[in-house]
T-cell receptor, first 111, second 114 residues
Framework: RKEVEQDPGPFNVPEGATVAFNCTYS??????FFWYRQDCRKEPKLLMS???SGNEDGRFTAQLNRASQYISLLIRDSKLSDSATYLC????????????FGRGTQLTVWP | GAGVSQTPSNKVTEKGKYVELRCDPI?????LYWYRQSLGQGPEFLIY????????DSGLPNDRFFAVRPEGSVSTLKIQRTERGDSAVYLC????????????FGPGTRLTVT
C-alpha cells in the first residue's frame, strides 16, 4: 500500500469555483503534513503546511484528521494561476527529513 | 539569493552507460536530498545527506545507484549501467536542517535512457 494516496483527477473548474482535494496516508506515525504545488515541468514548491487545528492562507484552507489519517486542501475563488498539480506530502518523525509524496492531483482552472 | 541548481538539465544516454548528475544546494543548507519523479507520479525519495554523510540511503533502488557529498555542499548522484527504467526526472532538494519542514527543490535533471 502506498504511503500517501491521492485522487489524480484531473479536476477542471471554472474561474471563481471552489475545489477540494483529499488524500489519505497509511502510517499513523506520520508527524508533519504539507501541500506542495508543482507547475508543469517545474519543481515542487511548498504551498502550505497542515496543522491539526486546520489552517488558512488566503484562499487556501488545509485540514488534517489524524484519526482518519486524512488531509484536505480547499481552494476558494479559483484563479487561472491556480492551475497546477497539488502534491500531498507527509513526513514521519522516525525518518527525519524524508518526505513521502502522493502522486498529485491535477487542477485546471478555465476562464 | 540563489536557489538549488542542478546540472545538466537534460541528459540522454544509451542503455548500459554511466551518468553523473550534479546538485548545488542553497548555501548554508546542511541537509540535501535526492528524489526521482516518473511521469504521472509524485517524487520518490532516494537518499538524504546530513553534512557529508548519507543519513538515509534506503530509497536507492539498487547498487547501480550511488551518491556522494564529499565536502558537505555539492552532491553527485551516480548511476551505473543505466537501464531504460531509470528514465525520470531526478530532483535535488536542500533544507537548513533535516528537521526543517521546507525543502527547496532544484529544477531537476531529466534523464532519458535510450
Amino acid at each position: 500500500r502506498k504511503e500517501v494516496e491521492q485522487d489524480p483527477g484531473p479536476f477542471n473548474v471554472p474561474e471563481g469555483a471552489t475545489v477540494a482535494f483529499n488524500c489519505t496516508y497509511s502510517n499513523s506515525a506520520s508527524q508533519s503534513f504539507f501541500w506542495y504545488r508543482q507547475d508543469c515541468r517545474k519543481e515542487p514548491k511548498l504551498l502550505m503546511s497542515v496543522y491539526s487545528s486546520g489552517n488558512e492562507d488566503g484562499r487556501f484552507t488545509a485540514q488534517l484528521n489524524r484519526a482518519s489519517q486524512y488531509i484536505s486542501l480547499l481552494i476558494r475563488d479559483s484563479k487561472l494561476s491556480d492551475s497546477a498539480t497539488y502534491l500531498c506530502v507527509v513526513n514521519r518523525g522516525s525518518t527525519l527529513g524524508r518526505l513521502y509524496f502522493g502522486r498529485g492531483t491535477q487542477l485546471t482552472v478555465w476562464p | 539569493g540563489a536557489g538549488v541548481s542542478q546540472t545538466p538539465s537534460n541528459k540522454v544516454t544509451e542503455k548500459g552507460k554511466y551518468v553523473e548528475l550534479r546538485c548545488d544546494p542553497i548555501s548554508g543548507h546542511t541537509a540535501l536530498y535526492w528524489y526521482r519523479q516518473s511521469l504521472g507520479q509524485g517524487p520518490e525519495f532516494l537518499i538524504y545527506f546530513q553534512g557529508t554523510g548519507a543519513a538515509d540511503d534506503s530509497g536507492l533502488p539498487n547498487d547501480r545507484f550511488f551518491a556522494v557529498r564529499p565536502e558537505g555542499s555539492v552532491s553527485t548522484l551516480k548511476i551505473q549501467r543505466t537501464e531504460r527504467g531509470d528514465s525520470a526526472v531526478y530532483l535535488c532538494a536542500s533544507s537548513f536542517q533535516p528537521s526543517s519542514y521546507e525543502q527547496y527543490f532544484g529544477p531537476g535533471t531529466r534523464l532519458t535512457v535510450t
